[in-house]
DNA sequence: TAATATTTGCAACAATGTTGCAATAAAAAT
DNA sequence: ATTTTTATTGCAACATTGTTGCAAATATTA
């Protein structure tokens, strides 16, 4: 187990190291709202600063969807503010409202005239595994 | 040149007449700041309500990108606030910073193990077609 | 034109996000 | 292990964004 905050040049502090700790907690993404009511000794504006600098430091990325307020997830692979190596799709379970990040084998890639692009980002909606086992 | 407002069975309003105007004049999506800075008589609280039904009407849709604060764009299809029938992806030039609906013959499809996929959301991001050109 | 239904804008509030700054804590240097 | 230096925290105060009740104004229907 690496330590991220280390690895990325952050100072190691109780507060960041609680946040951090959540993140692991869940396998799915999560609003800020959840790391709000998760953290023992909550102060807003601190949770704000801090994440603003994992983003910046690519320890996590920003997930918004249409219509939903911004959620986080931990980058897996090594990732920059404002490179991401991530070839995983989004997806929002309508039934559930969970976030996830979905590896997928083949990532698709699109080709438009007139237009060089440099990132494709796909957001899937549907039912997730866990709603579509009848649970 | 259909009555979007009249089709939608929403009162014609001067307001309302006027913000459609605005979305009709460009052809990007558009953020509240650009209408609200275009409205010759601009209320806020108006502004939020009548982006609202526009939504729920489906005579706008919502477009989130990563990073950006929410963008709207007429839907061109006959849509409602639940269900959208674009085949076109969201693109965000990184050098003009517009962000437009590109139509596209073949949308990509995508299956994944696990999930039930009813809606896929594409945002692409890199050069437009007029930065392209050197402009 | 009158009656009814809807929209508008004000006031007041709620939620979300930002900044300066002094106290505190972490990291680096002795 | 202390001291020095650097970075983080949390308060207070503010800025921005979004919402709601309600009476006046306007649009639609009769
Ligand atoms: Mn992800
Ligand atoms: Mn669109
Ligand atoms: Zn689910
Ligand atoms: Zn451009």
């Not at 040049?9 to 609003?31: C, D, G, M, Q, W």
């Amino acid at each position: 187990m690496t330590n991220l905050l280390k690895d990325k040049k952050l100072s190691e502090t109780p507060f960041r190291k609680e946040v951090l700790a959540i993140f692991k907690n869940y396998k799915t993404a999560i609003p800020m709202a959840v790391i709000e009511r998760d953290l023992k000794d909550y102060n807003r504006i601190t949770l704000y600063r801090t994440i603003k600098i994992f983003l910046e430091k690519g320890l996590i990325h920003e997930i918004s969807m249409t219509g939903e307020s911004a959620n986080y997830a931990l980058c897996l692979s090594d990732c920059s503010a404002t490179v991401h190596h991530h070839q995983h799709v989004h997806f929002k379970c309508t039934q559930c409202e969970m976030v996830s990040c979905v590896e997928v084998t083949a990532f698709p890639s699109l080709q438009l005239p007139d237009y060089k692009i440099e990132q494709l980002e796909i957001q899937a909606s549907g039912i997730c595994k866990s709603c579509l086992q009848g649970e």
